[in-house]
């Protein structure tokens, strides 16, 4: 499993009401939370992310509540991943939940803005193409892989149950 | 084991569990509310199962935009209702009947000691007030355990708060939270849980505790817990009614770390815009005018908050100029207020009180803020944008320390105002 895209760089502590905004959670539609994703931050996000961005964090990234809009905003604004030097629980389960790749490093110095990533889900390399350079995130958990190969919760339920 | 790894053992049918472990456990309640119902049931209807594991486990509550604002939110109730009664879910309190979900699960009799509870909403930590072991998940997990009655969790490693000493006269519990939550940080207890422990603890009511354990989660807890005592016990008893086993600590408990904390020399606290941890005695904040206080929520809308601020506002004006909102944090708290006579003090003081539910804390309605504007809260987030404008700033603090600053129209000790 490996994704690519272009770097936009955050710093710490980006909490659920920056990526999601609680006025607009009666959105339900993904493709509609999009639009407001990253907002409380960087209301140009949806439009830098249009052809697929790797976010690049610092610590604490999705703190706050449980709102799953916030990887769903994320997911359907084209967020092909999402690395930060570390995760807020909730937003960390949500994520793999719902299928959008997320991956624990520390990337701030080694990554700017429009940089070329690729990063391979399962053994946690990340590739920064512009600067030819190598990073090494803490893998997933063998769990979670099986969870996102399921394609998401649903559907790792699903076949739990004998439904899929 | 501690108290965390007892709960998690028994709901595991393990006979013990260590921090680390990713253990498949049994669900005593599941909780959801208006907000991020829809989407559960989205995922639900995803999975596939035709009924929910156990209605009578089910507890469903709307509070987040009650009486709805807009027509969409209207339709997302209509939707809830709808699966309610689809599934025969007997534990619904619709508007009018409940309040904010995690007062109304303590007061209603939805959470016993030694519990394993899920909610669909990162509050859900409240409920450790009484013993219990309860996280908050997203829409997807909430719809695993309403098909499966399970759910994965790794056992978390535990923080002891060892907390002694008197509180001062106007210091709260809310205040000893804010001061941990700027001694460790925001992620300070990321994917760990927090035991709150000694004198202190032991003399708050269950109101004290449930503000402590509900702010666990802003420093990333995984859950915030107290140690079942005899309040627990008569509180629980009083409305639930089952016979319940408490669930308590061995002697050799084994904490990833035990922090002390001396209470008795504790001022009001304030978390500065826009960071939970950037906590400051009273006295150091500054000048900081204000346009708006807010008291309510889960963490400060129980009667001891609204008693709190009683007791500075009696006899008060608000100044003019500046507005206050004030929410009771369920329907049997706005109650108890009405014949205590809090509400009456309220009005006269000029605050506004409006219909028991979440109001303006994740700023959806009934008092959202301005560019500009500031208000002072006794709420439990100050991100960016949380209640309203991007550019309008919350600082959170007590309810009496939200009641004083009103009346002088700046942030200022409620000691100073008698
Ligand atoms: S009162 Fe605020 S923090 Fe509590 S459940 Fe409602 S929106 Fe969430």
Known sequence: ?164 | MNIVEKILARASGEKEVSPGQIIDARVDKAMMHDLTGPRVIDSFREIGVKRVWDPDRVIVIFDHDIPPSTIKAAELHKKVRNFVREQGIRHFYDIGRGGVCHVVMLEKGHVKPGELIIGADSHTVTYGALGAFATGVGATDMAAVLATGSIWLRVPETLKFEVNGKLQRRVYAKDLILYIIGMIGSEGANYKAMLFSGQAIRDLGIDGRATICNMSIEAGAKAGIVEPDEKTIRYVKERAGEPITPVRSDDDAEFAKIYEVDASQLEPQVAIHPSVDNVKPVSEVGDVEINQGFIGTCTNGRLDDLRAAAEVLKGKRVKDGVRLVIIPGSQGVYHEALKEGLIEIFVKAGAIICGPGCGPCIGISRGVLADDEVCISSANRNFVGRMGSPKSKVYLASPATVAASTIKGKIVDPREVD
Not at chain 1, 3 to 11: H, R, S
Not at chain 1, 15 to 23: M, S
Not at chain 1, 119 to 144: F, H, M, Y
Request: aromatic content about 4%; some cysteine.
């Open chain 1, 1 to 164: 499993m490996k994704v690519e895209g272009k770097a936009v760089v955050y710093g710490d502590n980006i909490d659920t009401d920056i990526i999601i905004p609680g006025r607009y959670l009666v959105l339900q539609e993904p493709s509609e939370l999009a639009k407001h994703a990253m907002e409380g931050v960087d209301p140009s996000f949806p439009e830098r992310a249009r052809d697929g961005v790797i976010i690049v964090a610092g610590r604490n990234f999705g703190c706050g509540s449980s709102r799953e809009e916030a990887p769903v905003a994320l997911k359907h604004a084209n967020t092909k991943c999402v690395i930060a030097e570390s995760f807020a629980r909730i937003f960390y389960r949500n994520a793999i939940n719902i299928g959008l790749p997320i991956l624990e490093a520390s990337l701030r110095d080694k990554a700017s803005n429009g940089d070329l990533l690729l990063v391979d889900l399962v053994s946690g390399i990340i590739e920064n193409k512009t600067r030819e350079i190598r990073v090494q995130a803490k893998p997933l958990s063998p769990l979670a892989i099986e969870i996102i190969s399921a394609g998401g919760l649903t559907k790792y339920v699903r076949k739990k149950l004998g439904l899929e």
